[in-house]
């Protein structure tokens, strides 16, 4: 099978993941993707990788040469399955599987024609939806990450996929250093919030989350990652002299981010509920503070309601105002018999929340192409 992803692989857990499950079921995997001039070396894998370079690395030419460049390297290599990651690759992947008259399996990361980069822009919207909407009915085999996302596309187009919700494997907070603070260099006489993760963009609560930081005097904030919000981040923590209190780390190898998120208090995801994406994301990094053993701090969204809830594993911010978020943090920082008991909490939930229990239903529908 060739799989295909837009993204650089690297920093990709879902589809390393699936490949790794695909891979244990016998299958013969090709990992596409692309590579762009920052991106780092490729981890090692048990199968082939191939990342594309192209001319352009955004905006309408870089999505129009790598269409061209998936469809043709699609076309010429051998394969008896296609496996598309989110809409960006599925035209090339569906045009070939009929052309070669092979099966595709479709796995859709986020509901991508509501993500905020087309809200502003109806052309490129109404193009990806034209896509879409032409395909995803045609469709037999359809993965997501949530249930939210799965009863949007079954209400759009009578099919609803299969949930696999992008948890971390088992036993990771077993390859986890205790006491680990020294070694990473960061405070050990303070509570440490952390933010993490390769989408660390606007929209998504890092501005006023930095902002809140002037009214709390307890913990400072760790943002360990990348996104286009981060140099306005490091410009305004200069502006309000937070530089004691913001502490930013570059993008990480998975087992080293979870290094950094093991070290931390609590963990943060504060997603405006600006566009249907963000309404109904159910981010990665809510299972990585589970499995890092800490409790989450996070917007009222509905998927997210639904993990912290049930597992009694962390709270909510009341808005995205700067002092309405500072007082909640320390009023949770004030309660600590509360916050050790979310932290226990957190090892139920990542025993239920795993990917050796998620994936079995990824194995049932792929066990018929065996």
């Keep these: 099978m060739i799989v295909s992803v837009i993204n650089d692989l690297v920093t990709d857990q879902r589809v390393k993941k699936v490949c790794a499950t695909l891979n244990e079921m016998g299958f013969d995997i090709i990992l596409v993707g692309r590579r762009m001039h920052h991106s780092p070396g ?8 191939h990342r594309m370079r192209l001319l352009f690395e ?30 960006d690759t599925l035209l090339p992947n569906y045009l070939v599987s009929k052309l070669k008259h092979i099966p595709l399996v479709y796995d859709s990361h ?34 997501t990450v ?31 250093v205790e006491n680990n603070r020294g070694l990473l260099s960061l405070p050990d006489d303070k509570m440490i919030m952390i933010m993490q993760g390769s989408g660390i963009n606007i929209q998504r609560g890092a501005e006023e989350m930095v902002d809140a930081m002037q009214y709390i005097e307890s913990a400072v904030l760790l943002i360990v990652g990348a996104g286009d919000v981060m140099d306005v981040l490091k410009e305004k923590v200069s502006l309000l002299h937070l530089e004691k209190k913001v502490l930013f780390k570059p993008r990480q190898p998975y087992a080293m981010l979870m290094q950094y998120t093991a070290a931390a208090d609590i963990g943060l995801s504060l997603d405006k509920d600006t566009n249907i994406n963000y309404r109904f994301s159910l981010p990665n990094k809510i299972f990585d503070y589970l499995h890092a053993g800490i409790p989450g701090l996070a917007s009222d969204l509905v998927e997210i309601r639904k993990i912290i809830d049930t597992y009694r594993v962390g709270d909510f911010i ?6 309405h978020i500072a ?11 509360i916050l050790r008991q979310w932290k226990q909490n957190t090892r139920k939930a990542a025993r239920e929340l795993n990917w050796e229990n998620e994936s079995k239903k990824l194995k049932k529908i792929y066990a018929k192409y065996v």
């Design 42 to 49: 490729m981890d090692f894998r048990l199968y082939p990788v």
């Design 58 to 87: 955004k905006g309408s030419l870089f999505y129009i040469c790598f269409q061209i460049r998936l469809f043709f390297f699609l076309l010429f290599h051998k394969s008896g399955l296609l496996v598309s990651n989110d809409l």
């Design 110 to 143: 986020e509901y991508f024609t509501g993500v905020p980069e087309l809200q502003n822009n109806d052309f490129k919207r109404k193009t990806w939806k034209m896509v879409e909407r032409w395909i995803f009915p045609r469709l037999k085999d359809v993965f």
């Design 146 to 176: 949530n249930d939210s996302i799965a009863d949007i596309y079954a209400g759009e187009y009578g099919l609803r996929p299969v949930v696999v919700r992008n948890v971390p494997q088992m036993h990771v907070e077993e390859r986890i």
């Design 318 to 323: 009341p808005d995205h105002q700067p002092l």
């Design 327 to 337: 007082r909640k943090v320390n009023e949770i920082f004030s309660h600590p018999e």
